[in-house]
């Protein structure tokens, strides 16, 4: 392991140390992941449920979800649904802490680099809407692929968020 990983790693372990310091973040977590979970969840049977919408077939859909898709797309899917909760509970962290030592230059910027770590984890769900799951059954590994390059992507994110958040600079 090289020194910039060790480095990286020490970053993120940090900046998780701050960041959950305060309980309202794991709140945040749990909301975000349960919400990709749930959207990708019924994204896959969305023409199902929005004709016949009830209560009962929503929870029926969602508590039968794990069941309908192999077991590594349904780990894959909880990764990326914890691992984006995290990014989005230290961007919310990064924003309040910007807003409140007054730094607002360059938050447009942030904000757009925030959200944008989450968009490869929609992508699957969004494939089944827009009718392309055609498309991953002639991948090798069935879109698998897509799911461990979103993890890629929300691991990166995670070390750049993590690096700004423990980055400590002098008031002026």
């Known amino acids: 392991m090289t020194i910039n990983n060790m480095k990286s790693l020490q970053n993120i372990k940090e900046a998780l140390e701050e960041v959950y310091n305060r309980k309202m973040y794991y709140l945040y977590t749990f909301l975000v992941a349960g919400l990709m979970f749930t959207i990708n969840a019924l994204l896959r049977n969305y023409k199902l449920l929005f004709p016949n919408f009830s209560l009962s077939l929503f929870f029926t859909l969602l508590t039968g979800f794990p ?41 447009t910027s942030l904000l757009t680099g925030v959200l944008a770590p989450a968009c490869p984890s929609c992508a699957l769900g969004l494939l089944t809407l827009l009718g392309l799951e055609v498309f991953l059954t002639i991948l090798p590994f069935k879109g698998v692929e897509l799911g461990v390059l979103a993890v890629m992507v929300l691991l990166f994110s995670l070390a750049y968020l993590s690096e700004k958040i423990v980055t400590k600079v002098c008031k002026i």
Do not use: E
């Open 67 to 107: 069941s309908t898709i192999p077991l590594a797309s349904l780990i894959n899917l909880i990764i990326i649904s914890l691992l984006s909760g995290i990014v989005a509970a230290m961007s919310v962290f990064l924003v309040k802490r910007q807003i409140s030592t007054r730094a607002y230059a360059g938050f």
